[in-house]
């Protein structure tokens, strides 16, 4: 017992910081807050503590918040703290993660990557150019960042080799970069780009904001993403070549004999591209309003389950992230209950009085972008973090004069677009472990991108949205 007291330690003095602060300020600075309010913040710094520095699985900390707000009281009936597993958004991200292994098991990444390889026809300085573009549009084909990563990176890899080129020259580090950081970023083209962007469109019907059809969001969000994707690309790659030093010639090009040859075709794979395909043209060419946007995969799914093509079977099902499921449900059951408790307006109201006096819209925004940035630190990952500062930022709305999904749109661009270390994307965090750049360079790269995110979310806002 002693031996897991002295092990705890630190743990516990972080325990008790977090309920002595929330005790002292009972009597102090959250006297304004309601007690079911108080504890509902109690709740939420808890969380974030379990979901960042807790070295405690997130599957059970997930629990244990979900417990918390039970037994603090904080919602009436115990069904309340599970509201967030009744969403649709959370469905989705199984359906496309399942729908994502598909694609993979009949070699559809293989068909991507070797249309690539073709295309660049072994050149470095086409990869160089190509490789952002396609990391801006192949989400609309390939809703998953993970899968879009380990398709590239041995590309890349075996480019960067087969030029003679160290493990840690510029190609190879701004390759890292494109399928990390720009591939997280691109995510969010289309509302069916990836987890993070079907949790903001989610997250933009739920609250009432917008319910934009798929052609729409496309439209408001693929100009901000490719200046983002230009800006960003052009620093990265001349802070990598003068950090190197290195005078690369990217004109080099690769005998066509060294290119991946053509794989056997999958048996199902024609079934599995026309079934994604009707899904894709369904998601164009339906009003959400009629058709939800959870349909479609739904019955691609069970298409792919029947017996005669017999892909999605119990054990693809059992191998899906169940500990990121818990997760998720627990942070939308969090948010919604901050939103309907008052606590998330009370949140934007006490960090409003912090902007100067009779400062402009431009200002209040730049204040809204700064404590984003300040919450975001908070999160592991973006999809969790949106679910619960979406409601607290969206208070904001009624009290400046700005329009409801331009704020909408700039909380999930900031978010996304805000990916400072390895452990805020899953794709920066793999990238961490090929060693192919320092974390000083990843560090760097993160803040060059993340800025260049946040200024054109800032411009987007006043002169597009």
């Known amino acids: 017992m002693l031996q897991i007291l002295k092990s705890s330690r630190a743990v516990l003095l972080v325990w008790a910081v977090i309920l002595g602060t929330f005790f002292v300020g009972k009597a102090t600075f959250l006297t304004p807050f309601s007690p079911e309010q108080q504890y509902t913040l109690l709740v939420l710094v808890i969380a974030i503590y379990l979901w960042t520095l807790s070295m405690m699985p997130q599957g059970a900390s997930s629990i244990l918040v979900l417990a918390l707000l039970i037994g603090l009281g904080v919602v009436d009936e115990p069904d309340q703290a599970f509201q967030g597993f ?127 059809q798929w052609l729409e969001w496309m439209g408001l969000m693929a100009p901000p993403l490719f200046v983002i994707t230009l800006f960003s690309s052009i620093f990265v790659w001349f802070y990598f070549k003068w950090k190197t030093g290195e005078e690369s010639n990217v004109q080099i090009e690769v005998p066509n004999h060294h290119l991946e040859e053509k794989q056997v075709e999958h048996p199902k794979f024609w079934y599995v591209v026309f079934a994604f395909l009707a899904m894709v043209v369904a998601w164009i060419a339906t009003d959400p309003t009629v058709v939800p946007i959870i349909l479609p995969p739904m019955l691609m799914v069970a298409f792919l389950a029947i017996p005669a093509i017999g892909l999605v079977n119990n054990q693809l099902i059992r191998n899906f992230d169940w500990e990121t499921f818990l997760l998720l449900g627990t942070s939308f059951s969090l948010g919604f209950i901050m939103a309907e408790n008052g606590t998330a307006e009370m949140i934007a109201t006490a960090l409003i009085q912090l902007v100067p006096d009779g400062a402009s819209t431009w200002m209040k925004v730049i ?58 994307a899953p794709t920066t965090y793999y990238a961490s472990l090929a060693g192919v750049y320092t974390k000083g360079e990843q560090f760097v790269v993160g803040i060059i991108s993340s800025t260049v995110a946040t200024v054109v979310a800032l411009l987007a806002v006043f002169l597009y949205w």
């Open 367 to 424: 204040f809204i972008i700064l404590f984003i940035g300040i919450m975001r630190w908070m999160f592991t990952n973006s999809t969790s973090a949106i679910v619960v500062i979406f409601p607290i930022m969206m208070s904001y709305a009624s009290l400046i004069d700005l329009s409801p999904v331009a704020l909408a749109l700039l909380i999930m661009t900031v978010i996304g677009g805000t990916i400072l270390i390895p452990i805020h």
């Open 86 to 212: 009744l969403t649709t958004g959370l469905y989705f991200i199984v359906l496309l993660s399942l729908i994502s292994q598909v694609l993979v098991i009949v070699g559809f990444d293989q068909v991507i990557a070797r249309l690539f390889q073709q295309f660049s026809g072994g050149r470095v300085s086409r990869l160089v150019v190509s490789l952002p573009i396609m990391m801006v549009l192949l989400p609309i084909i390939l809703p998953s960042a993970v899968a879009r990563y380990k398709i590239l990176e041995p590309l890349i890899k075996r480019m960067n080799d087969l030029n003679g080129f160290s493990n840690e020259s510029v190609f190879n580090k701004f390759g890292l970069f494109v399928i990390s950081f720009l591939n997280q970023k691109g995510t969010f083209i289309v509302f069916t780009g990836g987890g993070f962007a079907v949790i903001a469109y989610q997250l933009m019907v739920e609250y009432n904001v917008a319910q934009i």
